[in-house]
T-cell receptor
Framework: EAGVAQSPRYKIIEKRQSVAFWCNPISGHATLYWYQQILGQGPKLLIQFQNNGVVDDSQLPKDRFSAERLKGVDSTLKIQPAKLEDSAVYLC????????????FGPGTRLTVL | AQSVTQPDIHITVSEGASLELRCNYSYGATPYLFWYVQSPGQGLQLLLKYFSGDTLVQGIKGFEAEFKRSQSSFNLRKPSVHWSDAAEYFCAVAPMDSSYKLIFGSGTRLLVRP
């Protein structure tokens, strides 16, 4: 079974530029999560989708971050414009059901904002 | 406020020695409890979880964890550490509400001496 795929794996941008990350969850998984992991900290949930609807985006900085999950499969997370403090690893995870289930994580995208 | 605390930022043990990583949580009710491991460049992998029942939980790779309600703790243990166990370990909780979201501690980095 293929795992959660993310791209790119690494990205370096200047502040005020925009960037987008892509996630392909495990086939058939209804729930998709985006986490931000700043160096030295644990992952923090940014947004949770159930199929293609948003369940929780309470910690998403909506003035600069946006995310979508078209057709309930792939998802993209965008930052526009980026700030220095956005430097982090962005992790995507998916789980099978719409209730509580094990979350499977992708390898992450490491973003460096200069 | 709800929180997850991993008091040890780094722990160094010799190969073959026993290991205990500490985790304490602060919630109104007992949440679901998890331990994840993150190896360099890898996504998070679930080691074990506690939902209810037997308070000693067995996981993968020879790990176990014990839930102690009176201490609000969920410590991870392994009787004999292998060099390949060197990684970052995260304790996480999920409140027993409808959010199903994971809240992570800040992690403990395990170093293994040959």
């Amino acid at each position: 079974e293929a795992g959660v795929a993310q791209s790119p794996r690494y990205k370096i941008i200047e502040k005020r530029q925009s960037v987008a990350f892509w996630c392909n969850p495990i086939s058939g998984h209804a729930t998709l999560y985006w986490y931000q992991q700043i160096l030295g900290q644990g992952p923090k949930l940014l947004i949770q989708f159930q199929n293609n609807g948003v369940v929780d985006d309470s910690q998403l900085p909506k003035d600069r971050f946006s995310a979508e999950r078209l057709k309930g499969v792939d998802s993209t997370l965008k930052i526009q414009p980026a700030k220095l403090e956005d430097s982090a690893v962005y992790l995507c995870a998916s789980s099978l059901g719409t209730g509580f289930g094990e979350q499977f994580f992708g390898p992450g995208t490491r973003l460096t904002v200069l | 406020a709800q929180s997850v605390t991993q008091p040890d930022i780094h722990i160094t043990v010799s190969e073959g020695a026993s290991l205990e990583l500490r985790c304490n949580y602060s919630y109104g009710a007992t949440p679901y409890l998890f331990w994840y491991v993150q190896s360099p460049g890898q996504g998070l992998q679930l080691l074990l979880k506690y939902f209810s029942g037997d308070t000693l939980v067995q996981g993968i790779k020879g790990f176990e964890a014990e839930f102690k309600r009176s201490q609000s703790s969920f410590n991870l243990r392994k009787p004999s550490v292998h060099w390949s166990d060197a990684a970052e370990y995260f304790c996480a909780v999920a409140p027993m509400d409808s959010s199903y979201k994971l809240i992570f501690g800040s992690g403990t980095r395990l170093l293994v001496r040959p």
